[in-house]
């Protein structure tokens, strides 16, 4: 049952469908109209072309429907009683191609019409050999090449939709494998949020309880202190229930406690990097998010460092500006190359980048002209207000939508790296086909027609050499049995016609006349 859509874009596209249903029509009915209101005129010319029309809007219709193998088989059907069918057959064998989804019914047809108009003209009509190859050439260029085009059009459109698929799982994929490196970095966030925050609502839950057994403070503070106290406690519960379950497997945050940038740069002096540092007095007494971030920058770009350029000094930067820290990492060039090691896949910084965001700042890293690197970072040097915590993004390990809304099962890339090679596959087999079966299908009704012509036709040249004008035609030696068809500008009647044998028509080559039994001229046919 079909389920018919009634939004205003589906209702333009049903406009559209039935629009262009009716200039096909208008197109493969022209030929048929043109010849039955054009004189001479037949008693029943009406009629017939009324039904002619009728039987193209129906192989329209049918063509739409579901069925354009039927639409075709229905032209032909029409070609029998009128050859403008003709006409109307490359159209709907291009869309038997472009909408039917296998090619085993189209071959089944094709067979069949062959199969039928073989039978139809040299067992019923008995014609000719001649006209036999001419009409099974129209169902070949006429039927079979235009069906061919319009499974290659097909398989094309496949192509390119598995293309979109595929460029679409390649999307989903990336950005999933960016999404998990925000959600680990958050995650890691959140555990030393929960380490630093935690240990400090310790503290104060412990002076809360030295205050309450202090022996000179009355009841009333005392009992403040007590419920402070629990308020505290049920606080540092919570916090541990709603932020410490997203610690990272593996144990706590890889920051030792209590390191600074300056202990960093000390450690890759003492594994034997080339460090210089610049920090500024101002950038000593950081917010923990700003802390933190400036940490990890410098961490992450003398790890790239040591990594990809190694022996090549590097500038580490720490300055003040206003309320904004810049943080600066600068690598030069690699005096011995980079080392040998699997391309870098970008997640450290992209892991870095959402860290930079979440504490209020921006990140620009890149490659610089003298073939170094460079990473640049700018911080709030104050703390942001909960508010701007609260609305810089989604909440910690929470993940937000991605997909653009997409519902419904996504196709893996793997799937769809699969389907688009089977669609290319497919496309160029179409196209070789398309190239090679109608050359290979003429070449087979040559080899089928040459044997049916030529049997009993041929007549060499040195036998007509030696025919005598004025011999009886029962004296005449080496004529062949049977005759070829006579070319159709020949009104004579007292002619016959024989080939040479010429490759694949088998054309008439000889004219022989007769007058009274004799041999009355000889020709040679161009």
């Given at each position: 049952?079909?389920?018919?859509?009634?939004?205003?874009?589906?209702?333009?596209?049903?406009?559209?469908?039935?629009?262009?249903?009716?200039?096909?029509?208008?197109?493969?009915?022209?030929?048929?109209?043109?010849?039955?209101?054009?004189?001479?005129?037949?008693?029943?010319?009406?009629?017939?072309?009324?039904?002619?029309?009728?039987?193209?809007?129906?192989?329209?219709?049918?063509?739409?429907?579901?069925?354009?193998?039927?639409?075709?088989?229905?032209?032909?059907?029409?070609?029998?009683?009128?050859?403008?069918?003709?006409?109307?057959?490359?159209?709907?064998?291009?869309?038997?191609?472009?909408?039917?989804?296998?090619?085993?019914?189209?071959?089944?047809?094709?067979?069949?019409?062959?199969?039928?108009?073989?039978?139809?003209?040299?067992?019923?009509?008995?014609?000719?050999?001649?006209?036999?190859?001419?009409?099974?050439?129209?169902?070949?260029?006429?039927?079979?090449?235009?069906?061919?085009?319009?499974?290659?059009?097909?398989?094309?459109?496949?192509?390119?939709?598995?293309?979109?698929?595929?460029?679409?799982?390649?999307?989903?994929?990336?950005?999933?494998?960016?999404?998990?490196?925000?959600?680990?970095?958050?995650?890691?966030?959140?555990?030393?949020?929960?380490?630093?925050?935690?240990?400090?609502l310790s503290l104060i839950a412990l002076r809360a309880a030295a205050l309450e057994v202090a022996a000179d403070l009355d009841d009333r503070h005392r009992a403040a202190a007590g419920e402070l106290r629990a308020s505290v406690s049920a606080a540092t519960e919570r916090l541990h229930e709603i932020i410490g379950v997203l610690r990272e497997e593996g144990g706590a945050s890889v920051r030792p406690s209590g390191e600074?940038?300056?202990?960093?740069?000390?450690?890759?002096?003492?594994?034997?990097?080339?460090?210089?540092?610049?920090?500024?007095?101002?950038?000593?007494?950081?917010?923990?998010?700003?802390?933190?971030?400036?940490?990890?920058?410098?961490?992450?770009?003398?790890?790239?460092?040591?990594?990809?350029?190694?022996?090549?000094?590097?500038?580490?930067?720490?300055?003040?500006?206003?309320?904004?820290?810049?943080?600066?990492?600068?690598?030069?060039?690699?005096?011995?190359?980079?080392?040998?090691?699997?391309?870098?896949?970008?997640?450290?910084?992209?892991?870095?980048?959402?860290?930079?965001?979440?504490?209020?700042?921006?990140?620009?890293?890149?490659?610089?002209?003298?073939?170094?690197?460079?990473?640049?970072?700018?911080?709030?040097?104050?703390?942001?207000?909960?508010?701007?915590?609260?609305?810089?993004?989604?909440?910690?390990?929470?993940?937000?939508?991605?997909?653009?809304?997409?519902?419904?099962?996504?196709?893996?890339?793997?799937?769809?790296?699969?389907?688009?090679?089977?669609?290319?596959?497919?496309?160029?087999?179409?196209?070789?086909?398309?190239?090679?079966?109608?050359?290979?299908?003429?070449?087979?009704?040559?080899?089928?027609?040459?044997?049916?012509?030529?049997a009993g036709t041929v007549l060499d040249r040195a036998t007509f050499d030696q025919m005598r004008v004025g011999t009886l035609r029962s004296e005449l030696t080496g004529l062949p049995r049977r005759q070829v068809e006579r070319p159709t500008a020949v009104d004579r009647d007292d002619c016959e016609y024989y080939t040479d044998g010429n490759f694949p028509l088998a054309e008439p080559t000889w004219q022989l006349c007769?007058?009274?039994?004799?041999?009355?001229?000889?020709?040679?046919?161009?």
């Open positions: 049952m079909r389920i018919l859509d009634s939004s205003p874009q589906g209702r333009w596209d049903r406009r559209r469908r039935l629009l262009l249903d009716a200039l096909l029509w208008a197109v493969v009915a022209a030929p048929v109209g043109y010849a039955e209101v054009t004189p001479p005129y037949s008693r029943y010319a009406l009629p017939l072309l009324v039904g002619k029309l009728l039987l193209l809007g129906a192989a329209v219709v049918v063509a739409r429907r579901g069925g354009p193998l039927v639409a075709l088989v229905l032209v032909v059907l029409g070609s029998v009683v009128d050859g403008n069918f003709v006409f109307a057959i490359p159209v709907f064998s291009y869309l038997a191609g472009r909408r039917s989804a296998s090619a085993g019914p189209a071959a089944v047809v094709f067979v069949l019409i062959a199969a039928g108009g073989t039978a139809l003209n040299l067992g019923l009509l008995g014609t000719g050999p001649a006209t036999w190859f001419l009409l099974a050439s129209v169902l070949l260029f006429a039927a079979v090449f235009p069906w061919l085009v319009g499974r290659y059009r097909r398989q094309q459109q496949e192509l390119a939709d598995a293309g979109r698929r595929h460029v679409d799982a390649l999307t989903r994929e990336e950005r999933g494998a960016a999404e998990r490196i925000r959600l680990r970095e958050r995650a890691r966030i959140a555990g030393e949020m929960h380490d630093s925050l935690g240990h400090d600074t940038v300056a202990d960093l740069v000390d450690g890759a002096r003492e594994a034997g990097m080339a460090v210089r540092m610049d920090a500024a007095p101002a950038v000593a007494e950081l917010p923990a998010m700003t802390d933190h971030a400036a940490h990890r920058i410098v961490r992450e770009a003398l790890t790239n460092a040591a990594r990809y350029a190694p022996g090549a000094p590097v500038d580490v930067r720490l300055t003040r500006d206003g309320d904004r820290v810049e943080v600066t990492v600068v690598n030069g060039a690699p005096p011995a190359g980079p080392l040998p090691a699997p391309p870098s896949q970008g997640s450290g910084l992209l892991a870095l980048a959402e860290r930079v965001r979440l504490a209020g700042g921006t990140l620009d890293a890149g490659p610089r002209a003298d073939g170094g690197f460079a990473v640049r970072a700018a911080l709030p040097a104050t703390a942001p207000p909960l508010e701007a915590i609260g609305s810089a993004g989604p909440g910690l390990g929470r993940a937000p939508r991605s997909g653009g809304g997409e519902s419904g099962p996504m196709e893996r890339p793997v799937d769809a790296e699969r389907r688009l090679h089977d669609a290319r596959r497919r496309v160029r087999r179409s196209l070789l086909v398309a190239l090679v079966a109608p050359a290979g299908f003429a070449l087979v009704l040559s080899f089928v027609y040459y044997p049916v012509a030529t007769f007058t009274d039994g004799r041999l009355a001229s000889k020709e040679w046919i161009a």
